[in-house]
């Protein structure tokens, strides 16, 4: 059993920076596939950023209204994942979720889920 801890949301104008972070404990983050999810209000929850670490390699996939202006990483001495946002727009707005899965997946029945942190985008 993983537990997983985001943090590092808040207030941010539009065009700014923030970095997410996704804290693991009871299981090591490189050994599952991660992703990052948000919800907006009124919105179904929907897939930011997927990726594994197969040795050295990484494998990710990022939503088209993501791609370019968001990085995911992880820093294996913490057992962190990062999810890393510029360019930000007011559509941005949502609450962050880190979530992992034992295998592969293309929908949000993710087996691990941290509790969320907002991001706010004003514009």
């Known amino acids: 059993q993983v537990q997983l801890v985001e943090s590092g949301g808040g207030l941010v104008q539009a065009g700014g920076s923030l970095r997410l972070s996704c804290a693991a404990s009871?299981?090591?983050?490189?050994?599952?596939?991660m992703a990052w999810f948000r919800q907006a209000p009124g919105n179904e929850r929907e897939l930011v950023g997927k990726?594994?670490?197969?040795?050295?390699?990484?494998?990710?996939k990022y939503a088209d209204s993501v791609k370019g202006r968001f990085t995911i990483s992880r820093d294996g001495a913490k057992n962190t994942m990062y999810l890393e946002m510029n360019s930000l727009k007011v559509d941005d707005t949502a609450v962050y979720y880190c979530?992992?899965?034992?295998?592969?997946?293309?929908?949000?029945?993710?087996?691990?889920w941290g509790q969320g942190t907002q991001v706010t985008v004003s514009s």
């Open positions: 009871g299981g090591t983050l490189s050994s599952y596939h």
């Open positions: 979530a992992a899965s034992n295998t592969p997946r293309d929908d949000s029945n993710y087996d691990y």
């Open positions: 990726i594994f670490w197969d040795g050295g390699v990484t494998f990710s």
